[in-house]
């Protein structure tokens, strides 16, 4: 079982928004000034979005340090939502599938998510979205499953 760290914290991570016509932000104190061509405006967290706001997000894409070709039989993530996330699974070679997590709350839960066997591939890329929902996520567990020698491309 291989774990991936998704505490974007630790990492230094940053946050991109999207659908916004501003060209720059910067926190003060407790409020978000954001700047555009037209002027400079107080941004006051969700509630200016609505319940529109779309948020994903992507980790870094994997081989899990086995660079064989190889299948997932599961994951398990750690969350909590307050409304369904979709998680879609790729691989390098054009691979998708996506499947609905349901909302999860109050705290953080585990979920295990069976991953389609026709999913292969050495690099795969994890991403969660949300449409409306305000979601955390603090743990991925992969279970890598590595192809047999006999490989034949299908």
Request: glycine share 12%.
């Amino acid at each position: 079982m291989i774990t991936l760290d998704t505490n974007l914290s630790a990492q230094n991570a940053t946050t991109q928004y999207l659908g916004f016509d501003y060209n720059s932000m910067v926190k003060v104190g407790d409020k978000f000034l954001c700047a555009s061509d037209v002027g400079l405006f107080e941004s006051g967290g969700y509630a200016d979005v609505g319940s529109g706001r779309e948020s994903y997000f992507e980790p870094v894409t994997m081989d899990f340090g086995i660079s064989a070709d190889k299948r997932l039989r599961a994951i398990y993530i750690g969350y909590e939502a307050d409304g369904a996330l979709s998680l879609t699974i790729s691989t390098e070679i054009g691979l998708s599938e996506t499947y609905t997590i349901p909302a999860m709350v109050p705290g953080q839960h585990a979920r295990k998510v069976n991953v389609n066997r026709s999913l292969h591939g050495r690099y795969w890329t994890f991403q969660i979205y949300g449409q409306g929902v305000s979601f955390s996520v603090d743990e991925i567990k992969a279970l890598p499953i590595i192809r047999g020698h006999g490989f034949n491309g299908n």
